[in-house]
């Protein structure tokens, strides 16, 4: 039945935050916590902080940074699709499989020549 297949994704979906919680948890009692000076400086490579950790980037640098993680994982979406598409070919969809991996790329395309001409791509 439905509601039974659905159960075991409950069940581990439960055991998972029961078990992120318990390690947290533990890790929190069992943590030693003497806290120092030198400790709770920020640190930066060995070098010794100058000024205050706050510092505003530009919010090109975020937006750069995330359009290259959507592409990054969309890009992952391509492997599985190469590995089967023998498999698409010989079911006799493999038309079909060109065509929605084609659909798939374009919007991708689209997706950065959106982002260029709004600039974001310019580093600085």
Same mark, same amino acid.
């Given at each position: 039945?439905?509601v039974?297949?659905?159960?075991?994704v409950?069940?581990?979906?439960?055991a998972?935050?029961i078990?992120?919680?318990?390690?947290l948890?533990l890790?929190?009692?069992?943590?030693?916590?003497?806290?120092?000076?030198a400790?709770?400086?920020?640190?930066e490579?060995g070098?010794?902080?100058?000024?205050?950790?706050? =510092?505003q980037?530009n #919010?090109?640098?975020?937006i %750069?940074? @995330?359009i290259? *993680?959507?592409?990054? $994982?969309?890009?992952?979406f391509i492997?599985?699709?190469?590995v089967?598409?023998?498999m698409?070919?010989d079911?006799?969809?493999? =038309?079909?499989?060109v #065509?929605?991996?084609?659909? %798939?790329? @374009?919007?991708? *395309?689209?997706?950065? $020549?959106y982002a260029?001409?709004?600039?974001v791509?310019?580093?600085?």
């Amino acid at each position: 039945s439905t509601v039974g297949d659905y159960s075991y994704v409950l069940v581990f979906f439960i055991a998972a935050i029961i078990f992120g919680l318990i390690t947290l948890f533990l890790s929190r009692l069992l943590q030693p916590h003497r806290p120092y000076p030198a400790k709770e400086t920020t640190y930066e490579c060995g070098e010794m902080p100058v000024g205050i950790a706050w =510092v505003q980037f530009n #919010i090109s640098y975020y937006i %750069f940074a @995330l359009i290259f *993680v959507i592409f990054d $994982v969309e890009t992952v979406f391509i492997y599985p699709w190469a590995v089967v598409m023998r498999m698409l070919k010989d079911a006799g969809v493999g =038309v079909f499989g060109v #065509i929605e991996m084609t659909v %798939f790329i @374009l919007i991708l *395309v689209l997706g950065l $020549v959106y982002a260029w001409k709004k600039g974001v791509l310019r580093w600085v």
